[in-house]
């Protein structure tokens, strides 16, 4: 709420105030939603001056209306729509990864979350010339391997070397440093990492569910306070910054026995669009794997694409040149 004050707007002086305040009128809200010819008789002030000042502090300190069409066209002006460098998966995301949302990848050991992880910031680096923030909690990344995918990308060691130093990777294993580093993001630090590239417009963190599954259930009730904050900070993150944040999750079994994400209901509701990723197929060293959507607010939910783990691998020159996965990625 708004306190009035002497000269908030014309004809507002200090008689009227303490007149104002007399009839228990302390706010802009408790003006606006008056009676007027009763205020007026009450502060011995003529209604048409009352009349006067309610309108100046409407158009000061109300909202205007707005259309729903004109909210749809800001905000196809303002979101951006990032590729993850697979065909497939971008048509099961509608395109991409939006800005301004968290998408949640989730799937068991092995079923390539944080492959997918490294296409994106592949190629929102190389291809889409923007920087990634990369926050690893479980060690799996190295720039070898992004430095492997590039060069199926490009020849030039210029080009390679500018597209690694776009992706800015920060090791962290517990959930105080992960709040720490969203935090520090969050104040000055994305402004810092867009030195000398593009602007940040991937934030990455693989895995939300490790740092944070150890601390829930039990007698743990800190858990789900510290979850909670992480979630706030990185919606904030996201929709503040334009900013498109990808997290992995582990997945539980429920009490039917079906897959199902990590972290509970109470983190269900925070990713915009959530994926769960699992092997196609029954060989065990397949690299082919199943997207299922489900949760979204722009596709019908259970559709499922299948891809290949090797596509962020490929070369031109076809299969025969791709590199060998390792089994453990998850």
């Known amino acids: 709420m708004v306190v009035l004050r002497e000269g908030m707007c014309p004809g507002l002086d200090k008689d009227l105030l303490r007149g104002l305040r ?21 502060c011995s002030v003529s209604y048409k001056a009352l009349f006067a000042i309610r309108r100046v502090l409407l158009a000061q300190h109300t909202a205007f209306p707005v259309s729903g069409a004109d909210l749809y066209e800001e905000l ?14 971008d048509k099961l995301l509608d395109s991409g990864l939006y800005t301004g949302e968290i998408t949640e990848l989730s799937g068991g050991p092995g079923s390539g979350k944080s492959q997918v992880c490294f296409g994106v910031a592949v190629n929102t680096s190389y291809h889409l010339k923007q920087s990634v923030v990369y926050i ?3 060690g799996g990344m190295t720039a070898g391997r992004l430095l492997q995918m590039l060069q199926t990308e490009t020849s030039s ?42 602007s940040v417009k991937a934030v990455i963190v693989d895995s939300v569910s490790a740092v944070i599954s150890p601390l829930l259930g039990g007698k743990q009730n800190e858990g ?25 999750n582990q997945v539980t079994r429920s009490g039917g026995g079906e897959v199902q994400p990590a972290l509970g209901a109470s983190w269900s509701h925070i990713p915009r669009t959530r994926i769960l990723l699992e092997r196609a197929g029954s060989v065990s060293r397949s690299t082919r794997r199943s ?32 590199r060998k996965l390792d089994e453990t990625d998850s």
């Not at 007399?22 to 009450?42: G, H, M, N, P, Y």
């Not at 210029?158 to 105080?176: G, M, N, P």
């Not at 607010?297 to 694409?305: A, D, L, N, V």
């Open 136 to 138: 690893d909690t479980t």
């Open 22 to 42: 007399a009839a228990d009128i302390r706010t802009v809200e408790d003006l606006v939603s008056s009676d007027l010819e009763e205020l007026a008789q009450k």
């Open 224 to 248: 789900m306070s510290l979850m909670i904050q992480v979630a706030g900070v990185l919606k904030a993150m996201a929709k503040d910054f334009n900013v498109a944040a990808l997290v992995t």
């Open 76 to 89: 196809l002006s303002s979101t951006a729509i990032l590729s993850t460098g697979n065909p497939s998966l």
């Open 157 to 198: 060691t210029e080009e390679q070397t500018q597209a690694l130093q776009r992706i800015h990777i920060f090791r962290l294993f517990d959930v105080y440093a992960l709040l720490d580093c969203l935090y520090h993001l969050c104040g000055s630090g994305l402004q810092q990492v867009s030195v000398g590239g593009g």
């Open 291 to 322: 997207a299922t959507l489900i949760k979204s607010s722009r596709q019908p939910c259970h559709i499922k694409e299948e891809f290949d783990l090797q596509w962020w691998s490929r070369t031109e020159e076809g299969s025969s040149g791709k």
